[in-house]
């Protein structure tokens, strides 16, 4: 009897790894097309929407990097619904397809000097379906790996943004690559493309380890009569509110960074691939750390590591930026981004299976896309736009410090609304 329990037991943790390998894998690749557009937005902004300033250039690239997450809510409603009436695996495999056809279309879209407007054209529209993938990427990976194990539950969603984490050290290190080893024409010419090649090649790979996926949830068990869209905003108004408002922190941090090598390069007379391998060596730190908070998460709850990086986050983004460009090095560049990264990463590292936690299965999916996406598109997609615009508006180069601040004191706020609400997964 021992013998034949040990034996079944190893099948099924090596089924629990494999997944977590196959749904971070794809998350990664679908992650990896959004960042690396922001990190190789200003060589984008000259290419696709040139005009008389640079700087109005810029922010016509940074707006279109902010409308893609306006579409976001849209594939939440749809892809998070149709994982939940039709299951997680289905609505992943079919963000990825998307995913993958958007960016053969940024890949090889000529620019506006080749074929006019219909370059910036086609470049929004593919942004825009990148946006509706990942809009139910988020809630249909999160549920799937929230619901593997309930007693790893913080562990095993934690790989939601570990594998975002991935993607980011994947696009920093195109970033930095492309930046040391091309000459600007050779950039400008077919560099920025390579990184989006690059997500095709791997993208097939990503679908196949998908379709092995084994469902977390009964699809012939009886369907609820209402739809999950109309269950949650009937009946779970306030924990779509609190999971929300949990991720404004995550997600205005996390793009925040995708500024920086823009940032560095533009305000604080830094080379781009210096903020390149900053951020790939803070990116590198979050695929370790996050894991380690959510099973920390799993033993100490969930909210008060959030807590407590919240607070630090709010306290240190002015002094940091302050001290950053008071007399801008390398070094300090490394220490801001790598300080606020470690920061994000304890901040998100027990954050999906918190908001895991706050909706009831049968509507789990649609709960963490649309929560997820409203925040994103409200506050995180925009900014590098908003730190654009607050830097040329008061004139300092430290006010993307005031937005970091803004989002921690939402984010707190959540907490406590989560908090209060406490857990109702099954």
């Given at each position: 009897m021992q013998a034949r329990s040990v034996k079944s037991a190893r099948p099924h943790k090596f089924m629990k790894h494999g997944d977590i390998a196959a749904v971070s894998i794809g998350n990664a690749l679908d992650w990896f097309e959004i960042v690396v557009y922001g990190y190789f937005a200003g060589i984008i902004s000259t290419l696709f929407f040139p005009a008389d300033t640079p700087g109005v250039s810029l922010l016509l690239t940074f707006l279109t990097f902010g409308v893609t997450f306006v579409v976001r809510p849209f594939g939440a409603v749809v892809l998070g619904a149709y994982a939940d009436q039709y299951g997680r695996k289905s609505a992943i495999q079919l963000s990825i397809v998307l995913m993958t056809g958007a960016s053969a279309a940024i890949a090889f879209v000529p620019d506006y000097s080749s074929i006019g407007i219909l370059a910036p054209a086609i470049l929004v529209a593919a942004r825009m379906v990148q946006g509706f993938a990942v809009g139910g990427e988020f809630g249909s990976a999160t549920a799937f790996l929230a619901e593997k194990d309930a007693t790893r539950r913080g562990y095993l969603a934690s790989w939601q943004f570990a594998s975002q984490g991935v993607a980011a050290v994947l696009a920093t290190g195109f970033g930095f690559a492309i930046t040391q080893g091309l000459t600007a024409d050779e950039i400008a010419s077919w560099g920025w493309r390579v990184p989006f090649v690059f997500g095709l090649l791997i993208a097939p790979v990503g679908y196949y380890i998908?379709?092995?996926?084994?469902?977390?949830?009964d699809l012939n068990a009886p369907r609820p009569a209402r739809s999950p869209v109309t269950a949650l905003f009937s009946e779970h108004k306030r924990r779509l509110i609190a999971a929300t408002g949990l991720i404004v922190l995550?997600?205005?941090?996390?793009?925040?960074?995708?500024?920086?090598?823009?940032?560095?390069?533009?305000?604080?007379?830094l080379t781009a691939s210096h903020s390149f391998a900053a951020a790939f060596t803070t990116a590198s730190?979050?695929?370790?750390?996050?894991?380690?908070v959510g099973l920390l998460s799993d033993r100490w709850g969930r909210l008060p590591i959030s807590t407590v990086s919240a607070v630090a986050v709010a306290l240190l983004a002015y002094p940091a930026f302050a001290w950053l460009a008071g007399a801008p090095t390398v070094e300090k560049l490394f220490l801001a981004q790598i300080t606020l990264g470690i920061l994000t990463a304890l901040y998100v590292g027990a954050l999906p299976a918190l908001m895991a936690e706050l909706f009831p299965a049968r509507m789990r999916a649609t709960g963490l896309s649309v929560s997820y996406s409203v925040a994103v598109a409200v506050f995180?997609?925009?900014?590098?736009f908003i730190s654009v615009w607050l830097i040329q508006a008061t004139g300092s180069i430290i006010a993307p410090s005031y937005y970091l601040i803004v989002a921690s004191l939402i984010s707190l706020a959540a907490l406590l609304m989560a908090h209060r609400l406490g857990r109702v997964a099954d």
């Open positions: 998908r379709r092995r996926l084994i469902e977390t949830i995550g997600s205005v941090a996390t793009y925040t960074i995708v500024f920086m090598p823009t940032y560095a390069a533009r305000h604080l007379g730190i979050q695929v370790v750390v996050v894991p380690f995180g997609g925009f900014a590098p």
